[in-house]
């Protein structure tokens, strides 16, 4: 399963997709549209699953830092192969960002988890304010938001309807694994993809 969003907000699509079939040839600033170089930058990751590990692989092809937190850590080798490292403690993941005003004025935050994991009029503070550079949300809450909703206004957020994984390819193996799953438990034999509660 894959999922780009990541990388959608290191320069600025949207803006300059509106630029080039802007009327207007000279009504604009090329300063306006420079992106975030990602190589060197540092990105956490909490929720090492599946996702999170290919995010993590994309992170170290830009030769990136990669922070991490799960809750069950991933073999060393798993850990070597992404080039992540793991925090046990989700403050030594999160100690300089725990609030949005503490980020870095280029950081993009990315949600493609679930829409409650961001505080959202926080949000729309921060990003107002140009605390944080940009924000790519493939999650909100509600979903959909409001039409009036704040977040849908600003330039500098990029919103999909909850569909990060939705490719062909995607579907037909999530549906594969939920039959796998369920003739699994049928049969009275070990779950395929069981998630275990944590202990």
């Not at 940009?134 to 909100?140: F, I, Y």
């Not at 809450?141 to 330039?155: A, I, K, V």
């Not at 990060?164 to 039959?179: A, E, I, P």
Request: glycine fraction near 8%; charge should be neutral; charged fraction near 25%.
């Amino acid at each position: 399963m894959e999922d780009n969003k990541p990388w959608a907000l290191t320069s600025e699509p949207g803006e300059g997709h509106q630029i080039s079939v802007d009327p207007n040839t000279t009504n604009h600033k090329p300063q306006s549209l420079v992106g975030v170089e990602v190589t060197g930058s540092t990105m956490g990751i909490i929720g090492m699953g599946h996702i999170g590990c290919r995010i993590a692989q994309k992170g170290k092809g830009f030769d990136m830092k990669v922070l991490y937190h799960n809750r069950t850590r991933r073999s060393v080798e798993e850990e070597q192969a992404v080039g992540a490292t793991y925090c046990e403690k989700m403050d030594d993941l999160l100690k300089d960002t725990r609030e949005l005003n503490l980020m870095k004025p280029t950081a993009t935050l990315v949600n493609i988890s679930r829409g409650r994991v961001v505080d959202q009029d926080a949000l729309v503070k921060a990003l107002k304010s140009e605390t944080i550079l940009a924000a790519a949300l493939d999650v909100t809450y509600p979903e959909p938001l409001p039409r009036d909703h704040p977040l849908l206004g600003l330039p500098n957020v990029l919103i999909t309807p909850h569909v990060g994984t939705d490719t062909l390819s995607t579907s037909r193996k999530m549906v594969q694994r939920m039959v796998e799953n369920a003739v699994a438990v049928r049969k009275g034999q070990t779950i395929p993809n069981e998630v275990k509660p944590k202990m």
